[in-house]
């Protein structure tokens, strides 16, 4: 059975920093691309950060220079440190496992951005 469990979300104020985290069971995790997505209300889903196995990243323009995804193959974990938070983050955070044609999510937890 999969389970994506993330944690580290909360309430911050603009310009605060918060760092969430993704554990994941029942995948090789090194073999995933893992990412973050995230909805606000009344929007779509969309990528906020991706990590391929190999390492290498991407990030949505609206997050670069201020959030960093990092993995951690040992620990079969994603962060993603977010700093300079904005009142636009807020939204549900969401983990992905991707490898190809199969796609995992974790339940989402929720950014809160004060300003």
């Known amino acids: 059975q999969v389970q994506l469990v993330e944690s580290g979300g909360g309430l911050v104020q603009a310009g605060g920093s918060l760092r969430l985290s993704c554990t994941a069971s029942?995948?090789?995790?090194?073999?995933?691309?893992m990412g973050w997505y995230r909805q606000a209300p009344g929007k779509q889903r969309e990528l906020v950060a991706v990590?391929?196995?190999?390492?290498?990243?991407n990030y949505a323009d609206s997050v670069k220079g201020r959030f960093t995804i990092s993995r951690d193959n040992a620990k079969n974990t994603v962060y993603l440190q977010m700093n300079s938070l904005k009142p636009e983050d807020t939204a549900v955070y969401y983990c992905?496992?991707?490898?190809?044609?199969?796609?995992?999510w974790g339940q989402g937890t929720q950014v809160t951005v004060s300003s």
């Open positions: 992905n496992a991707k490898r190809a044609p199969v796609n995992y």
């Open positions: 029942g995948i090789i995790f090194r073999l995933n691309a």
């Open positions: 990590i391929a196995s190999g390492g290498s990243t």
